[in-house]
């Protein structure tokens, strides 16, 4: 499996992540962030990097999925469809 990702850093360090894993017949996004991404959240690089990760989904020519972690309705914000239970797939899948 390979995987593109863009990662955030805040002080020169890493601090999030959100990206894609590239399977045979289909891709997942993934993202993980440290606590310390909170106060930055709608800050241009955290929003540039949702914008490239989405730029990564629409491109990659492959049904995309993701899990929405309990409490979040992120996926949704910024273009997924809910499927089925906390499956997610992206709006331009093929």
Known sequence: MTSRAV???IDDEPAAMIGLAYG??????????????????????VLRAIKMAMKLADTCGRPVY??????????SRVGFEHLDGEVYTWRNSP
């Open 7 to 9: 990662v955030i850093l």
């Open 66 to 75: 993701a899990i929405q972690q309990e409490g979040t309705n992120i996926l």
């Open 24 to 45: 045979i017949d289909c891709a997942t996004m993934f993202s993980d962030a440290k606590p310390e991404i909170e106060p930055h959240k709608r800050k241009f690089p």
